[in-house]
T-cell receptor, first 111, second 110 residues
Framework: KAGVTQTPRYLIKTRGQQVTLSCSPISGHRSVSWYQQTPGQGLQFLFEYFSETQRNKGNFPGRFSGRQFSNSRSEMNVSTLELGDSALYLC??????????FGPGTRLTVL | QQQVKQSPQSLIVQKGGIPIINCAYENTAFDYFPWYQQFPGKGPALLIAIRPDVSEKKEGRFTISFNKSAKQFSLHIMDSQPGDSATYFCAASKGNKLVFGAGTILRVKS
């Protein structure tokens, strides 16, 4: 079975721009969660989608949004980028609850 | 109440040693406690996980010990190898919202 895939792997943007990241979960997995990883704040939960509905949300501003498609693929969007948004963005998939499997991440650099 | 506190921040052991990483949580609603291993440039990889109705779980060289009354859990790595050098994260969740510890950088010297 193929693992979780994320595209692109690396991204460089400038302040004020917006960005869209993509995640394809493991086949059969209906839950996709997004996390932000930074040296200062560690790993933080952004949100979770299950069957196209947001099921859980972390403490991030409204500039961070996401969606899930009928094939379980998910996208995350960050608008009006700030320097502090530079991070590794990780996507994790699971069947429902419990075991979550992470992708390799998208490294976003905001200049 | 959502925090998971992890210690130590870093750890150096000799090959064959048994590094132990500890975590403590506050939220008694948490019902799932996984450990992840992360290598530089990679996403976290699930190592082993436990639910609070079990006090210990072993998978290969990795063992979780869980103390529900103390709200603590720990990871032991038996017969550690240089290839185990990585960052280890504990986490806790209710549903799929994982709350992570700050991580422990482990170095196994050969």
């Amino acid at each position: 079975k193929a693992g979780v895939t994320q595209t692109p792997r690396y991204l460089i943007k400038t302040r004020g721009q917006q960005v869209t990241l993509s995640c394809s979960p493991i086949s059969g997995h209906r839950s996709v969660s997004w996390y932000q990883q930074t040296p200062g704040q560690g790993l933080q939960f952004l949100f979770e989608y299950f069957s196209e509905t947001q099921r859980n949300k972390g403490n991030f501003p409204g500039r961070f949004s996401g969606r899930q498609f009928s094939n379980s693929r998910s996208e995350m969007n960050v608008s009006t980028l700030e320097l502090g948004d530079s991070a590794l963005y990780l996507c994790a998939s699971s069947l429902g609850t419990g075991e979550q499997f992470f992708g390799p991440g998208t490294r976003l650099t905001v200049l | 109440q959502q925090q998971v506190k992890q210690s130590p921040q870093s750890l150096i052991v000799q090959k064959g040693g048994i590094p132990i990483i500890n975590c403590a949580y506050e939220n008694t609603a948490f019902d799932y406690f996984p450990w992840y291993q992360q290598f530089p440039g990679k996403g976290p990889a699930l190592l082993i996980a436990i639910r609070p109705d079990v006090s210990e779980k072993k998978e290969g060289r990795f063992t979780i010990s869980f103390n529900k009354s103390a709200k603590q859990f720990s990871l032991h790595i038996m017969d550690s190898q240089p290839g185990d050098s990585a960052t280890y994260f504990c986490a806790a969740s209710k549903g799929n919202k994982l709350v992570f510890g700050a991580g422990t950088i482990l170095r196994v010297k050969s």
